[in-house]
Nanobody, 122 residues
Framework: QVQLAESGGGLVQPGGSLRLSCAAS????????MGWYRQAPGKQRELVARIGSGGTTRYADSVKGRFTISRDNAKKTVYLQMNSLKPEDTAVYYC????????????????WGQGTQVTVSS
C-alpha cells in the first residue's frame, strides 16, 4: 500500500510564503512524475505544478514566477515553495504521484494525498 503524506499548509497573509511537503511511503517500486493540484470551493481541481523524475517542471500560468516545485528522490518527497501568495491561491492542495508498486511492476497508476488547506487572507 502506498501513502502520500502532505504537510505545510495553513493561514498566511497576502504576499506571504508557505512551503508544502509531500512524502511518499509504502510498497513503491518506482516514483515517476510528482505534482501538486489544488481545488478551491466551487471549482474543479487544477494542476499547480508538476515535476518529472529527471527534474523537468511544468507550472500553471497563474503561479509561474511565484511557486517553485522540487523533489528529493532519496526521500521520495516533493516540495512546493509558494511565494507572493494571493487570496486567489486559497484552496485545498493535493499531492499527486505517478508510480509503480511492487505488486505489478509494469503498471503505473496515480496516487493522491488527503489534501492540505492553504488560506491566504488578511
Amino acid at each position: 500500500q502506498v501513502q502520500l503524506a502532505e504537510s505545510g499548509g495553513g493561514l498566511v497573509q497576502p504576499g506571504g510564503s508557505l512551503r508544502l511537503s509531500c512524502a511518499a511511503s509504502g510498497n513503491i517500486f518506482r516514483l515517476n512524475a510528482m505534482g501538486w493540484y489544488r481545488q478551491a470551493p466551487g471549482k474543479q481541481r487544477e494542476l499547480v505544478a508538476r515535476i518529472g523524475s529527471g527534474g523537468t517542471t511544468r507550472y500553471a500560468d497563474s503561479v509561474k514566477g511565484r511557486f517553485t516545485i522540487s523533489r528529493d528522490n532519496a526521500k521520495k518527497t516533493v516540495y512546493l515553495q509558494m511565494n507572493s501568495l494571493k487570496p486567489e491561491d486559497t484552496a485545498v492542495y493535493y499531492c499527486n504521484a505517478a508510480l509503480i508498486d511492487w505488486t505489478a511492476t509494469t503498471v503505473e497508476y496515480d496516487a493522491w494525498g488527503q489534501g492540505t488547506q492553504v488560506t491566504v487572507s488578511s
